[in-house]
């Protein structure tokens, strides 16, 4: 038993679950704990010490944080599914000009410009603009994994072209990389338990030793090579 735990935060629309998996095989030692946060307090509780590594969304304030870029997403519009949008493949911000497009307080996106008309209100969490586009109160602009999170039977999403996308990170305070976060980095990096930056690479071979010669009979050690003529004899004169 150890009284030691590995603390992973994650923002919401990120699976941790695969690489939980693998750390459960590869240090069965240590359990894993999975600590969810908001997109905007992530970092705070990086820093806090309220998890030892975490899945954040770029960009970051990276002050003190060692950071490992990881995928980015696709952008997605969610719209009724009786809304013109749902007939189409994929759109592009001018398809949106004519709808009034909802912006949450935790959006991750990074506008410039929000696509659209602006929305009578601004909701507080991605989750409340959802029920807003269900009501029919406006569109909604969220990376792929979070239109996932949120699907609905009455709603649907399509993907948005030549628009800001969320990347996802891992991220851990740089004066406390520790073995244990060394060890979910070759995880989430995908190296093998045997790699050099394991935890526990599997010790080489030992090598056989080589038999000693047994010494010549002069006791030199080594055993003169007679040549093939002198092995055959030779011939008298």
């Not at 969810?36 to 002050?63: H, K, N, Q, S, T």
Request: glycine share 8%; proline share 10%; net charge neutral.
């Amino acid at each position: 038993m150890t009284d030691r735990e590995f603390r992973l935060a994650y923002v919401p629309g990120v699976t941790p679950a695969k690489w939980a998996g693998v750390w459960a095989e590869r240090v069965p030692d240590v359990p894993l704990t999975l600590v969810p946060v908001a997109a905007a307090d992530a970092v705070r509780c990086l820093r806090d010490g309220g998890a030892d590594a975490g899945f954040v969304r770029l960009p970051v304030d990276r002050e003190g944080l060692s950071v490992i870029p990881l995928y980015v997403e696709t952008t997605m519009v969610v719209v009724p599914k009786d809304h013109a949008v749902a007939a189409a493949d994929e759109v592009t911000v001018a398809d949106l000009a004519d709808d009034e497009v909802l912006h949450p307080m935790d959006d991750t996106l990074g506008w410039t410009v929000l696509p659209g008309l602006p929305a009578f209100t601004r909701p507080d969490t991605t989750a409340e603009a959802i029920e807003l586009v269900a009501a029919g109160a406006g569109l909604l602009l969220v990376p792929q994994s979070l239109a996932r999170l949120h699907h609905r039977r009455d709603l649907t999403y399509r993907p948005v072209v030549e628009t800001p996308q969320s990347q996802v990170a891992l991220a851990w305070p740089t004066e406390a990389t520790t073995e244990l976060v060394e060890d979910f980095i070759g995880i989430v990096r995908g190296r093998t338990a045997n790699s050099s930056r394991g935890r526990t690479p599997a010790p080489a071979p030992e090598k056989a030793r080589k038999k000693p010669r047994s010494p010549a009979p002069d006791g030199s050690g080594r055993r003169g090579a007679q040549s093939g003529r002198d092995r055959k004899g030779r011939r008298p004169r």
